[in-house]
Every structure is written in C-alpha cells, then in structure tokens.
C-alpha cells in the first residue's frame, strides 16, 4: 500500500471542522464516529487538537485508521509524547493509552467496521487501498500494510462502549 500524500488546501480546511466543533464543546454533534485528541507537537511543543473517525468501539477503546499511517502528524506527535487528553463526545477524559494493532486483529477490526457500518466503509476502503473490493484477500492486505490504532482514554469505568 502506498501511503497517501497528506492533505492540503479544502482537504485539509474539511479536517479541522471536528477541531473545532471539539473546541466548542460541541463534539456530541458526531454522534460517536468522531472523537479529538490533544497532543504537543513533537519539536515544536505547540498543543494539537485532532479530530479522529471512529472506525469501532469495543471493549472501552476506539480504533481508528490512520490514513496516512507512521506518517500521520498525530500519530507522530503521540508515539513521541502521548496522549494530553481525549475528548469524545461531552467527555473529556485527561489522557489515554493507544497501541497500534497487529495484523490479524487489525482485519478483525475492518471487518467488524464493514459489518457495522457498510456504506461507510465500501465509500471509505477504497480510498485507504487502491481496488479495494471487500474480499479477504484485501482486506488482510490493508490489515497488514496499514496502520490502526486503539485508544483507551484514561480513566474511563464507562464498561462496553460497544455503541457506533
């Protein structure tokens, strides 16, 4: 998979709106399928909000895909300083704890996300790999050369959030 050139120009001005909706305390408004974490710039230290697509919840965390992968700026910022504060929906929870999933239950996750979310997906996979159609075989080909990561916010007794 070749990793996407990261936005710029409308693309990237669409990608700030769940910013600041967050920053408005009006986060709710995504309903579950957006939440926001805060992180420091890793050189700069200047503080980041980005807003993250919820591919599914289970089991008190949320995946995400990175889009860009390694390369993304927040995952960069994250692997280099952590999680500030995550803020889903009218919650804000003071850190969280992420790992990036191995393969196998990286497809587990894009096939639960198909499942649960099918038009999302069948529009949103093929943007992520090039031909994507569904199959196993592609869907343990993005599993293996993508990047998704699991947050866990910090203190969270929230139980399941098994909700989308």
Same mark, same amino acid.
């Given at each position: 998979?070749t !990793?996407?050139?990261?936005? *710029?120009?409308?693309t990237?001005?669409?990608?700030? &709106?769940?910013?600041?909706?967050?920053?408005a305390? $009006?986060? #709710?408004l995504?309903?579950g399928?957006?939440?926001?974490?805060v992180?420091?710039?890793?050189?700069s230290?200047?503080?980041?909000? *980005?807003?993250? +697509?919820? $591919?599914?919840?289970?089991?008190?965390?949320?995946?995400?895909?990175?889009?860009w992968?390694t390369?993304?700026?927040?995952?960069?910022? &994250?692997?280099?300083?952590?999680?500030?504060?995550?803020?889903?929906?009218r919650?804000?929870?003071p850190?969280? %704890?992420f790992?990036?999933? +191995?393969p196998d239950?990286a497809?587990?996750?894009?096939?639960a996300? +198909? =499942? =649960?979310?099918?038009?999302?997906?069948?529009?949103?996979l093929?943007?992520? $790999?090039?031909g994507?159609?569904?199959?196993e075989?592609n869907?343990?080909?993005?599993? +293996?050369?993508? %990047?998704?990561? !699991? #947050?866990?916010?910090a203190? *969270?007794d929230?139980? *399941?959030?098994?909700?989308?």
């Open positions: 998979m !990793a996407k050139a990261p936005p *710029s120009g409308l990237k001005l669409g990608f700030k &709106i769940p910013m600041w909706l967050y920053r305390h $009006l986060g #709710f995504f309903g399928r957006v939440f926001a974490v992180h420091h710039g890793r050189k230290g200047k503080r980041y909000v *980005s807003g993250l +697509e919820v $591919l599914i919840r289970r089991d008190g965390e949320l995946f995400v895909f990175s889009a992968g390369r993304a700026d927040w995952f960069r910022n &994250i692997e280099a300083g952590g999680v500030d504060e995550l803020w889903d929906g919650e804000r929870y850190g969280a %704890t790992r990036v999933l +191995e239950e497809d587990n996750v894009i096939a996300y +198909e =499942q =649960q979310h099918p038009r999302t997906a069948a529009r949103t093929p943007r992520m $790999l090039e994507y159609d569904g199959s075989a869907r343990r080909r993005l599993a +293996e050369d993508g %990047t998704i990561v !699991a #947050f866990r916010p203190e *969270s929230r139980g *399941s959030t098994d909700r989308s």
